[in-house]
T-cell receptor, first 115, second 114 residues
């Protein structure tokens, strides 16, 4: 079993819909939780990151972390066709350990927002 | 440059050939990572440099894979005697400090072994 599990989809939604993307993980040492967006034939682009549990909002994007359930989510409000991409969750350990920012990724969810 | 630059963007190698992939990180970034991304999968960690020191190479799949960062800036990932299973996108990422959650990725090198 992988340390980070993510449903690959694909997920297809109409423009304006609310999108919910999720990951589960098994390693309790993870402290930083990231969401990356990857367009076809491009490198991953960091959308946002959260430290430990809680919520973080940035424009149309909201990230949630529930460490007790080992479950993280990304919500996209008012989705646009330009949001069509693969969304990758990623995690790393704490600064006090030896993780030095090494990322463990989920498989990625392919999202298509159609007009 | 403003971002992480990787070259070449695409590389086709015959099985058994050696290849070298280059990464130019963001200027001043201490940490540099290499990841391998197979088709339809998330990136997987290969190796980590802090300045010129390779502190973790636990993700390198075999001794045919070798990475270096001799002056603490540009890094090269070398694959000897390439095999078909080496076909993947190789991503380089850099970040500002010893530990920084924000890692910036290059566009990757797509390696195809035929």
């Amino acid at each position: 079993q992988k340390e980070v599990e993510q449903d690959p989809g694909p997920l297809s939604v109409p423009e304006g819909a609310i999108v919910s993307l999720n990951c589960t993980y098994s390693n309790s040492a993870f402290q930083y939780f990231m969401w990356y967006r990857q367009y076809s034939r491009k490198g991953p682009e960091l959308l946002m990151y959260t430290y430990s549990s809680g919520n973080k909002e940035d424009g149309r994007f909201t990230a949630q972390v529930d460490k007790s359930s080992k479950y993280i989510s990304l919500f996209i409000r008012d989705s646009q066709p330009s949001d069509s991409a693969t969304y990758l969750c990623a995690m790393s350990g704490s600064a006090g350990g030896t993780s030095y920012g090494k990322l463990t990724f989920g498989q990625g969810t392919i999202l298509t927002v159609h007009p | 440059g403003a971002g992480v630059s990787q070259s070449p963007r695409y590389k086709v190698a015959k099985r058994g050939q050696d290849v070298a992939l280059r990464c130019d990180p963001i200027s001043g970034h201490v940490s540099l990572f290499w990841y391998q991304q197979a088709l339809g999968q998330g990136p997987e960690f290969l190796t980590y440099f802090q300045n010129e020191a390779q502190l973790d190479k636990s993700g390198l799949p075999s001794d045919r894979f070798f990475a270096e960062r001799p002056e603490g800036s540009v890094s090269t990932l070398k694959i000897q005697r390439t095999q078909q299973e080496d076909s993947a996108v190789y991503l380089c990422a850099s970040s500002t400090g010893v530990f920084a959650p924000e890692a910036f990725f290059g566009q990757g090198t797509r390696l195809t072994v035929v």
